[in-house]
Every structure is written in C-alpha cells, then in structure tokens.
C-alpha cells in the first residue's frame, strides 16, 4: 500500500471541506482553530432542529461526547441519521468512555444509530467500548495504546469502520489491516482537547479522502508531526497549545511526509 | 463629519463599559478576553431567569446565533425585549445565515422581537439576511463584503440600524451614509471568532457612544488596525489570536487614528 | 502552623487527582488547562444522568455559577449530594453573586445542598453572598479583597467551610483563623477564567490536602506567584494568559517557597 500523505494533505488545504462539529464545550474553540489552521472550515451545529441541513452541506460529521446531554445526544442522533442519508463520513469520539454507566448507554446507542466511519480515542476508551472491564480515570487514559490492538480489531469488525488509539503510538485498525504511527510527544496529553482536534481533523481527511484506512493515518500523521515540531519550540503546555496551532498550518505537505513514522502490517 | 476614533477609545477604556453576550460556545472565551484586553468588562448569561437582571446593569446587548437552540433563543428574546424597556443598545451577528433554515426563522424572530441597534456579519451573513438566495458554507463567507452593500442598505432601511459588513474592505452603513474601513489582514479569518469579537467589541464602543455609525466605524478600525499589528509580529494562526488579544490591550488612541483607513462617502 | 507549600505542590503532581467541573462555558477550555498544567486531571460532566457516576471517581468536586440555568443546577445539586455521600471536598465559586436574583436564588438553593469545604470569590461576590447589599457590575469585582474580611468570616461560620477572597491581596479565612496571600498582579483580572482557575486548582489541592485551610493558601500562593512569573515574560492579556499556564508547568515546588508571601495571623 502507498500512502498518498503530501497529496491528502495538498487537496485537504485546496478544497477546505466543511467539518461538522457536535463536540463539547471544553474543546470547541481549540478544535474549530485547529481545524481552520490546518486548512478545513469548521462549523458548531448540535440542534435537532438544524443537524440536517448542516450535515447536507458538510464534507464530514464529528460527534465526541465530551460534556453530554439528552438534548445533545438527541441532536447527534438526528445528525448521524442525516450522514447516513446524505452519504457523509462520521467520525466518533468517546470520550470517557467507561467512565460513568451514562456514557457507555449513550455510546451504544448512537453506534446502534448509524455505524461511523471511524472511532478514534484513547486506550482506555477504546477498550472500555469494546467490553474490557476497564475504569477510565475521567477523561485521560490509564493503558497503553498499543494494548488496545484486540479491542481496536474487535471494533473494526463489529462496526466496519476504522478503528484509530492515540496513544504513544498510534494504532490504527480496519479490518485486517493494521497501521503504526509512532509520531507525537506525550506534553499532548497535558492540553486540553488534543484528542478531540484529533478527531476533528480525521474529519477533515475523511472528507477528502475516501480510502477511511489512508485517512485516519493521514490524521493521526498529521496530529503527531506537528506535536513534534511545537515541541522544537516549547517544552511548557500553554505555548505548546499555540505552536501546534501555528504548526498545523505552517507544515508543508513534504515535510509531512519527511517527518511522518507510519509501519504497515 | 469628523470621526473621534481616539476619543471614543480612550472613553472605552475609561469607562470600562458592561458588555452582556448572549454569545455562542465556541467564542465565549476568546470573546470575554477581547473584551477585557480593549478595556471593556464581559459578562455571558442566557437564561430566560436572570437575562432582564444582567440587561440592566450592563451598557449593551450582544446577541451572537452561533450554536443556538430553543432555550437559548427565548433567553436571547428575553434579553432583548429587556434592551428596548432599558433603552440598552443591541449588537446582532447573524452567524451562519443561510446556512440552515433554522437560523434563518431564528433570525426572523429576533428581528421581529426587537430592531437591533447594529448588525454585523460577513457577506454571506449580511446577503442572506437581505434574503438573497445565497447558501453559506456553514459560517465562513463566500462572498465579497464590497458585493453586500445593497443588502447593507436594504438591512439598515428595514430595521433602522446601522449595519457593518466584515471582510477585507469593511462596509458600514447608516441609512443614507457609507463608510469603507480598509484595515485588516487575511488571516483573520483563519482564527475562530474573529467576527463574534467584532460584533461584542462593537458592543463596548456602543455603549460609550450614541451615535451608532461612528460607534460601529471605531469598532472595525479598532479590529483592522489590531489585527495588522499582531500580524506584524507572526504569520500563524495561533500565535496571532494571542498577539491580536495583545494588540487590543496595547493600542493607544494616538495609533489608531494613525493606523485607521476610513473612507467616508 | 507550618505550611507545606512544597510538599503540597509535589504530592498534587504525585498523585494527578482528578478534579470533577460543573462550571462556566466562557472557562472551561481554560480551567480544564490550567489544570493539566499543574499536573492534575480535569473532567467536564454536568449532566444529571452522570454527574454521580463521576464525583464517585473524583478527587474534588468544583462548582461554578458562571453561565447557570435551570437544568445546569439540577445536576450541580445532584453531583453536591454525591460528593457528601463520597466523602469528596466541594469547591464553591459564586460567580456573579448580586448581579441577578436568580444567582443570588441559585447560590442560596446550592449552600442549603451542602456545604461546600471552600467558597473561592472576589471581594463583591464573597460580599453579596454574605447578604450584604452590594452591586457586583456582572462577574467583575467592585470591592477591595481586604475589605470583606468580616464577609468572609460570617460565611465560614455560617457554613463551617474555608472561604478565600481572590485580590491584590487573597484573603484565606477557617472559622477564627486568617490568612493574607500577597502574591500576583493585577493583569490577572484582564484575563478571562483566571478566578475560575483559582477555583479548580483549590480542588486539586483540597483532593490530596485534608486540612482545607492549607489546601485553600496553597492554592492561592501557586495562582499569585504563577501570576508573578508570568508577568515576568509579558505584560499584555493575550500573551499573559499563555505565560501562566506554562509558569503553572514550570514552576517548582521550591520556588513557590521561595516566592510565596503568606502571613497567618
């Protein structure tokens, strides 16, 4: 397989596709500016009486869980219907997966709402939707990305979607096929929200990007290299939040390809 | 007729006016925070219980649709009947217009509810307020704010408002009177919320000067000019959304009339 | 009565507590990095049908009245209970108390709830809560910190809980003992969320500090002298917001000894 890393990232800034966001509150203004840093064009929509006409008009959908509520999950359900109809790719963020009972319930019905393209989430999320007895210590992870690789197939099978673990490296699953990324630095963990952009930005790929397999290591490329190289400018969380920023948007798609570490199995 | 760019903001900064936003979830922080960097004082509340309460002590009213529901559009109702009864100033930014059919009746009842004291949206925004059939791409313009000066007129006739049309040439108008603001830089737009700051920004100056076309002038060449300086120190997104809060912060009166390009027609 | 400044900072970072936030949308992104930047867990959860599940797992409990309504205090209410039936510390931060009767409504309905372990404010917030008949102009304070010492002592009385008065001076009050933060700057208030932060890093510190007096200063030194470190490298809002997350990093625990100015009386 020949990863297409420049070119994906080339078209994304040429088309800017219109990212659909329901996501929560601690994270929407990071995500819209990464998203609008790496090229794409975000837009915050959560009603039910607007998800449709949103979605119509969007390249992609972004549902995360972060801060949710019936009145939310209700707007994110009717979304999902709507990416379904219009033939939109959805990408799932669950978030605190595993940890409270009202977040697996929710989880499980809007996996059985529409099937996403992709899930994208840390380890201990990823293992928790899988079924492993694993308490999640809020939002952040408590395992390790590449145990999660059974968990990440198991969930690729069931939902025939890809299937992406943030971690140290990233693993990303699609059925048989199994990819590595060993790009990123772990100061990503100590700002809010990079998981989320994570998975607003697979969005982004995903909408220009039909292959879901090449997209999601696009994404997870992407995310890793400009983690790495705001960490060439600062070794302190706050400035490091904005040098990503400037990174997405500064980094060029030949040196994407320079920098990015992906292993195909 | 002489504008008093300096005067009205060295009468902002003395003043420290209230500004209360009823505002979106993705810019309420960066909102807030432009706010105090101009010296004005922010204040976000929707609820229908205490909306009347905040209208009262505060000196304007920002109403921004960016991720609106039914709760929060019967708050910002509440609030801007509260408006009128106070004789407060309303500030409405039309975020999205044309991009659902949601926002679009939303709008209408607003603009039923109570006739702002100034509009201020990008081209789109302002186009299909006038109701041109034009489709936004979710909240990012794709239109000229030069193209939108009939739909300025036609909105400022209508309601009895002035009207401010962002983009790289801003568009104020006044029923019979026009004004040009050519201060800015493109980049701005690739920072979420740029337009929502305009729009509480205009609030504050607003709410230390009754005539509202030189109010709404000040507050584009106050965002123009603030944006050329951050972009004098970075080229980035994300360290520009930094050094613009900067820029409000450290703008003295003397340079923003030194830096101002207005156009009186 | 020794302090453990330093020990209190190395055991926070030690054990990472996970702090659970009911707060405001204008802070959340920021709260929820100020703290990861101090090397705590932050989690956003304000839904009723899972506020229990995650006090349950948490090491305190935050509680901010920024941007209530109805259905937002209902699981304020519910995850309060929880915290009292766990055995986990409840931080209350009033904001904008005596702005709105139905904040004034809302913080009476939470303090009959439960007590909280500590009540972070400003100066017209601690002063309105206390009954007395002051104005607070929206979230902003109105009042000098040292002046509502007796506000303060009434509210510990009455609810046998630490209350601390963020201000040029803090003022750190359980039951007959008094304590004076002399640290910070007074850039801290034309940043956005910086009393907010105040708020959910006092929960971090009361999570892994039994004596809430202590855990209450310790709190107040780390914003005070991050504050100062801050101001070192900028004195503009945007930049300044940015320098204090990363000094909330970078700061060790020997330096906030050194830095520190606490007098007990």
Request: glycine fraction near 8%; include cysteine.
């Amino acid at each position: 397989m020949k990863l297409n890393l420049a070119e994906n990232l080339t078209e994304l800034r040429a088309k800017s596709p219109l990212v659909h966001n329901i996501t929560n509150f601690v994270v929407m203004n990071y995500t819209a500016n990464a998203l609008l840093a790496i090229g794409a064009s975000p837009v915050m929509a959560h009603a039910v009486e607007e998800v449709e006409d949103m979605v119509a008009i969007a390249g992609a959908l972004v549902i995360n869980i972060g801060t949710l509520s019936p009145i939310w999950v209700e707007g994110m359900k009717k979304a999902m219907l709507a990416a379904v109809k219009f033939g939109k790719p959805i990408i799932l963020d669950p978030v605190g997966a595993g940890a409270t009972a009202y977040r697996n319930v929710t989880l499980s019905e809007l996996l059985n709402t529409a099937s996403p393209s992709l899930i994208r989430g840390n380890a201990s999320e990823i293992l928790a939707l899988a079924g492993s007895n694993i308490q999640t210590k809020g939002v952040d992870s408590t395992a390790n990305s590449t145990d999660s690789l059974q968990a990440a197939k198991l969930l690729s099978e069931k939902y025939g979607c890809v299937v992406s673990v943030s971690g140290a490296t990233d693993v990303i699953v699609s059925g048989e096929k199994v990819a590595y990324v060993d790009n990123g630095v772990s100061l990503m963990t100590k700002v809010t929200g990079m998981g989320c952009s994570a998975s607003a930005i697979a969005g982004a790929f995903f909408a220009i990007q039909e292959d879901g397999f090449e997209a999601a290591i696009s994404a997870a490329a992407m995310m890793g290299v400009c983690g790495e190289k705001a960490f060439e400018k600062t070794k302190s969380p706050g400035s490091f939040q904005i040098a990503f920023l400037d990174s997405l948007s500064e980094l060029s798609p030949e040196e994407l390809v320079e920098l990015a570490v992906v292993r195909l199995l």
